[in-house]
């Protein structure tokens, strides 16, 4: 858990860095409808999230720098036992007060009313632009209600910045504490990767494996952080396959990529290993070239090297690795400047891990590929799929997909490996395997 006093440093440290004639607005997620009253499972917005704690829809938060009447405003739902005894209990203002640290709060039903006066006297509006049009409107109306007091002599917002831009950048660098839930996250991830080596067996169905997932992360409280792809075969070829629902195979690969999402941080694993427990000698080959592109790329996470550095690494190694293979022909340096490659591996190693699967924060400045620095944490996700089409490849290769993805903290030393107490080398999987089938 992040503790309150951890979210109001972070509003503190927002509020420092957009200074005094700002006002920033962040609501919270809209409840998403499935069909007619049902509900999507409600996941609050992750900036909403990284300033509050706050769980609950309709809400919107507003941070108010040198305010005399209070900086950290919350417009939230009013307590109503009629309606807490149909969906559960709510904070309330009072709550948002007491137990969210808020220097105020109002019922949401009042934001019209107050917010403008608010946003009046103020030049620049922080807040995420186009992200949801509806909010959007109302924004536009409380600002233009705030220009109404310009006649009065009152300064209006003149400036909008948009928000992501600032804390987009705070939310890279992670915490003691958010890594302490990171690494949660990330076990219980791979307690539920070791679960499906240690069950799966030829002749069940791909959706048996993802139960056996969606069970090890609802067991420890988690949810996932993504639609886990559980893909046997060729269906490990389709980078976004998650249909989830066809037989696996005796001499087959299961890739799974699949994340557990803790106090709505995200883990990002996958793993390939043999349904009936044994790697032949072609999926084996292949699998060597992943990994030793992973634990080179992991060599490059740290302080001080481009964002870039870890995926020409992985590039670096599977090209090298298909040439000796006989799937690319000619010099390591041609297929990389000609991009040859791409047609086995075709995706970039890796990611920004956080609040969200994909996180925010920018990978280049100026044009440029940042460098890492400590508190960040990436993903590292090298893979080789060979179409089960593929022309010109020999037939044992065709339709193997492979795909080996960690999660990486970078740190003053080494790089800290968030996922490795699940196996991604080969011999320990199918040791693990073999276990579990004794
Ligand atoms: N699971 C999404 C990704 O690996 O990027
Ligand atoms: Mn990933
Ligand atoms: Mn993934």
New binding site residues.
């Given amino acids: 858990m992040i503790e309150q006093k951890e979210y109001a440093r972070r509003r503190k440290q927002l509020m420092r860095i957009v200074g005094d004639e700002a006002i920033c607005i962040v609501p919270a997620a809209p409840e998403r409808v499935r069909n007619n009253d049902s509900h999507y499972p409600y996941r609050q917005d992750s900036d909403f999230h990284y300033l509050t704690g706050f769980g609950e829809p309709e809400a919107v938060l507003a941070l108010i720098p040198g305010r005399e009447h209070g900086e950290q405003i919350l417009f939230c739902r009013e307590r109503d036992p009629e309606r807490e005894a149909w969906d559960g209990a709510r904070a309330g203002a009072e709550g948002a007060v007491a137990d969210y640290g808020m220097d105020d709060a109002f019922p949401i039903g009042d934001i019209d009313d107050i917010l403008p006066g608010m946003i009046e006297g103020r030049t620049r509006v922080y807040y995420h632009f186009g992200r949801d049009v509806e909010f959007d409107t109302k924004l536009i109306g409380w600002v233009n209600r705030a220009r109404e007091a310009v006649r009065r002599g009152v300064r209006a917002p003149h400036e909008f910045v948009a928000l992501g831009h600032v804390l987009h950048d705070l939310r890279l660098y992670k915490t003691r504490s958010e890594l302490r839930v990171m690494r949660r996250a990330a076990k219980i991830a791979a307690d539920a990767h070791a679960r499906a080596m240690r069950t799966v067996c030829a002749g069940m169905n791909e959706h048996e494996i993802e139960a056996e997932l969606l069970h090890a992360f609802r067991k420890q409280g988690a949810v996932p952080s993504y639609e886990p792809i559980v893909a046997g075969g060729a269906n490990g070829c389709v980078l976004h396959y998650r249909a989830n629902n066809a037989p696996l195979k005796d001499g087959d690969l299961l890739l799974i990529?699949a994340?557990a999402e803790v106090d709505c941080y995200a883990s990002?694993i996958?793993r390939t290993f043999p349904i009936n427990g044994k790697f032949s000698a072609a999926q084996r080959a292949l699998y060597d070239i992943v990994l030793a592109a992973q634990r080179a790329a992991i060599a490059e996470v740290r302080p001080g090297r481009p964002f870039i550095a870890y995926h020409d690494a992985a590039v670096r190694v599977i090209t090298a690795g298909l040439i000796k293979l006989g799937l690319l022909k000619g010099s390591v340096q041609k297929n990389i400047e000609e991009g040859a490659y791409r047609r086995f591996y075709m995706h970039k190693t890796g990611h920004w891990l956080g609040l969200d699967v994909h996180d925010v924060g920018d990978y280049r400045i100026d044009g440029e590929y940042r460098e890492l620095e400590p508190g960040m944490v990436v993903?590292v996700?090298p893979g080789i799929y060979i179409a089960p089409d593929a022309k010109g490849v020999d037939a044992k290769w065709r339709g193997i997909g492979i795909r080996i993805?960690d999660d990486v903290v970078v740190t003053r030393g080494e790089p800290e490996i968030l996922t490795s107490s699940v196996p991604n080398d080969p011999d320990e999987i199918e040791a693990l395997m073999a276990e579990a089938r004794a």
């Fill in positions: 990529d994340g990002d996958t993903t996700e993805e």
